[in-house]
């Protein structure tokens, strides 16, 4: 079961000096269980590819399922889960169990299968239980986001879909966020993240999609990525690629700078690697 | 996300190169006009009227009626109540109230002044560039003495132009959220007050730090509210006096 577009054009306005095209032609697959990166440029149609998702947007033409079902049916919104860019800004509740109670509620739920699933949503991201009485507006941006998040999950989704979540975020909340998604993902939900800059989650991802204008003119695993040669690679891999190409012993397909130190020592050997920084 | 609410379409018409202070004036000639109107005779000449400036214009409809769907619940409840709120001849009965003969001509009549106000500024929004919006607002604020109450006709100005530029960066946070709240399972239909406080909180809260986010960006790149220059200045030309005067005319013989 998964996640399937087939042949999705999608035009602003049409009919009108505004008109822009969003998306051309594009089809793509995801599977249950997948880390799915879709990249591209500002502009390129990501967020508007998502919304085909839960059926936030309907194709001008084509078709999106999820497990079968059309993504327009409103049964579609309790297996897809979406987050957009700045979720702080859908913060509404008094506290942070009355913000995660609220996609609960909306899907009819009561009170201890409330409490259930807010509980369940705080356990998987590591929040404390004493969070649950604060108010959602006086905690940290990173602490936001990932409120933001448990409020999706609250929902029990089956598909995670992210919008820029790594927008804003300083180097330890980023951190933060990316443990959160690995914990998700290995939970077997289905994480798809959209963003402009794939590099920092090119290490977990499974598959990677890249729009551009509107058209699909990507889609592999990370390895293929890397090996693309024309689209955007973290600074990391550019230098073990270019190591690589100078004849060192070193794999070039390499997304994080964990990874590459430990491959660097494998190449130097123990003994020439001093101060080490692996956390 | 793209809106259409009363945004500017570029273009090189005949109305495009109006100077805003004829559109600004024009416009205020229409709405006194549409409230003038009292039949649906009157009501279908100003539409033939605003049709025409349309075509002149070559907006599309489609953005002229973009800026009307979301009055749409508003004019709906404008018009139950006039149905079910005035008195007459009955139609039909829901709930214990009269529908009457009276009140679908009274609410029809004054929905129609709604939406041709609407599309009338619509027209005026797509065919005058922001900035241009502004100076010609300035300028016809320039001779009252607006500074006796320690206000420049620059402030106003300014004021009115974030007031039009925040409609629709407003509309589409609102649509940004409403999407997020979707998402979540929210319901507007079956669950109307929950939608209005998870939509209504974060909307308000938006807009305060929007409009402060703006405040500090103009501050500090030193806005001060007693003289600006305009990077276009308006020109007022014959063409600009008679196509007023012959709109007026037409304004007065419609109704």
Redesign the interface.
Known sequence: MSIVVRDVNFR???????E?TALEDVSLSIGRGEFVLIGGAIGSGK?TLI?HF?G?LRPCSGQVTVDGMQASEKKV??R?????QF?R????GRTVFEELA??P???GLRGPEIEKQVHYALELLGLGKDISAESPLRLSGGQKRLVAIA??LA?RPEYLVLDEPLSGLDAENKSLLISALRLLNSNGITIIVVSHRVSDMLSLADHVYWLDRGRLVFSGTPAEYAGHGSLPLPEITCLMKELRTRGFDVRGDIFDTDEAFREISRMLGPKRVTGATEQ | MSTLLFRYVPGNSFLHMLDPRVKITAMLVASISIFMSSTFREMAAILLVFYLLLLISSVSPRVVFGSLRPMLIFLALIFTLQLFLTGGDPLFSLMGLDATYQGLVKGSLLILRFILLLMFASLLTATTSPSMMTAGIERMLRPLPSRKFGISSFDLATMMFLSLHFVPLLYESFNHLRDSQISRGLDAKKNPARALYSLSVPMIRTAFSSAEDVAVAMESRCYQGHHRSSLHEPQLRKKDLLSLLFFAIVMLLVI
């Open positions: 602003y306005n049409p009919g009108t000096s505004l822009r967020s919304r839960n936030l919104r309790s897809v889960g979406m987050l957009f979720p800004q859908q913060l509404f609220f996609g509620k909306n899907f409020g999706v929902c």
